[in-house]
């Protein structure tokens, strides 16, 4: 069975750092692209950032680029995501989700997010 | 960075009705399109993807087509179950974005 386990979020105060951490198992991790996506209650999907198989091709949202990196350890079955400088409207719940290919063509399976609250 | 703009916002039907949801790209995405259902307090789901090739599980009611610049998800009779929250999604480049969503209530 495939699943993608988020965890690391909490409260932080505003300019402070914090590490997302998304656990695969059940697929070859290796294979495919990840991506984060993000929700804030009752509001609508942010897309992150996504990173492709190898590392080769990484995008981020406007939003967050020079703030958040994401990374992977594929001998690890991980994904990653370094968000510094953070911001009370980066409060969201942050779901990962694995792609279907090995570049970005649609996240078939989504985690049941972490939550993250910036605020002092 | 590609705008998608989903129309309507909101939508209120009936079950057995026949439903059309509209994603406009502000520039060109080739068939570079996926749709999701969120539910509340849940993680969204794949419906379709390439635009129009529809996800493994998915019932056959839903279909999706498009390309360029103009994309449509429809649900040909709804279900109880069908009423939830739908967004499109742009894979064509970075950053890749969302629309806004479209909630389908029940009439």
């Known amino acids: 069975e495939v699943q993608v386990v988020e965890s690391g979020g909490g409260l932080v105060q505003p300019g402070r750092s914090l590490r997302l951490s998304c656990g695969a198992s059940g697929f070859t991790f290796e294979d495919y692209a990840m991506h984060w996506v993000r929700q804030t209650p009752g509001k609508g999907l942010e897309w992150v950032s996504g990173i492709s198989w190898n590392s080769g091709s990484i995008g981020y949202a406007d939003s967050v680029k020079g703030r958040f990196t994401i990374s992977r350890d594929n001998a690890e079955n991980s994904l990653y995501l370094q968000m510094n400088s953070l911001r009370p409207e980066d409060t969201a719940l942050y779901y990962c989700?694995?792609?279907?290919?090995?570049?970005?063509?649609?996240?078939?399976?989504w985690g049941q997010g972490t939550l993250v609250i910036v605020s002092s | 960075d590609i705008q998608l703009t989903q129309s309507p916002s909101f939508l209120s039907a009936s079950v057995g009705d026949r439903v059309t949801i509209t994603c406009r790209a502000s520039q060109g995405i080739s068939h570079y399109v996926a749709w999701y259902q969120q539910n509340p307090g849940k993680a969204p789901k794949l419906l379709i993807y390439a635009a129009s090739t529809l996800q493994s599980g998915v019932p056959s009611r839903f279909s999706g087509s498009g390309s360029g610049t103009e994309f449509t998800l429809t649900i040909s009779s709804l279900q109880p179950e069908d009423f939830a929250t739908y967004y499109c999604q742009q894979l064509n480049s970075y950053p890749i974005t969302f629309g806004q969503g479209t909630r389908l209530e029940i009439k």
């Open positions: 989700a694995k792609d279907m290919g090995r570049r970005p063509s649609a996240p078939d399976y």
